[in-house]
């Protein structure tokens, strides 16, 4: 059975103290009622893994990860967060290839690919993000496109490594904006990238991949695009800022 997965990207918000009070607030109300549905992911700036980690308790279904990391193992890379760095810390999961980070940071599907190794070399689980802009899909080439992302910085991997991955499908014209792919849209994707999956995996693996959606997810969407065949959870932005949001959007299973 692949996991059910709601991670929450904060991106670039909450200082130290408010990321501190939101990250409490989301552990103890996952600890009072019992939310064992889905495994949650809380992906803070990088200045607050260190003491976010520390308020996460034992046996819990709660992670860490982060937003990024850099593609080079170490060394004279001034302003840079390595993958050793974050796995000193204890750092779980990590976000790779945001739509944010490859349009506004310039990142290319080999560094991604870079990374994602070096992220398995230190089993920290990458959370792959691939999607289209509007343009692309108006063009009718929304389904090729992204799996071609896939391909990219994915397929070099072995079948072993590729199920280590999280993919998360967030088409860039539904982030921030309000306005959510419908289910059916979201369905149609994510099940051609389970069968693109499938062409150079087999159907096995292909089953064994969380994908998760991401783009305006809320609590009032997330029950009809979790309950699609092929959506195993939600990248969450917006709604992963308030904590009450973020635990329904994980009860909507
Ligand atoms: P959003 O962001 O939920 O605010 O649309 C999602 C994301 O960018 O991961």
Redesign the pocket.
């Known amino acids: 059975m692949r996991k059910k997965i709601v991670?929450g990207?904060w991106?670039m918000n909450k200082t130290f103290e408010e990321g501190l009070a939101l990250a409490s607030e989301i552990i103890n109300i996952a600890k009072d009622e019992h939310i064992q549905k889905a495994i949650l992911v809380i992906n803070p700036p990088f200045i607050h893994l260190n003491a976010l980690q520390k308020l996460i308790p034992q046996n819990t279904n709660v992670f860490l990860g982060a937003q990024n990391c850099y593609h080079q193992k170490s060394g004279a890379f001034t302003g840079e967060i390595s993958v050793d760095m974050l796995k000193s810390i204890g750092v779980q999961y990590t976000?790779i290839g945001?739509?944010?980070r490859r349009e506004y940071f310039n990142e290319t599907s080999e560094q991604l690919a870079q990374k994602i190794n070096l992220l398995l070399e230190a089993s920290i689980t990458p959370i792959f993000?691939c999607g289209e802009s509007l343009s692309i899909r108006e063009s009718g080439e929304h389904l090729a496109y992204v799996a071609q992302q896939i391909t990219e910085a994915l397929f070099h991997l072995s079948a072993e490594n590729l199920q280590k991955i999280v993919i998360?499908y967030?088409p860039i014209w539904?982030?921030?904006?309000?306005k959510?792919a419908s289910s059916a849209q979201a369905q149609e994707m994510h099940a051609y990238l389970r069968n693109h999956l499938t062409s150079k995996y087999g159907e096995t693996i292909a089953q064994s991949i969380s994908i998760l959606y991401?783009?305006?997810?809320?609590p009032q969407n997330a029950k009809e695009l979790f309950a699609c065949a092929d959506i195993d959870g939600?990248?969450?932005?917006?709604?992963?800022l308030k904590s009450r949001d973020f635990i329904s959007i994980a009860q909507s299973f």
């Open positions: 991670a990207n991106k976000i945001h739509s944010e993000c998360a967030e539904a982030i921030g904006t309000g959510t991401g783009g305006s997810c809320n939600g990248l969450i932005g917006g709604a992963s």
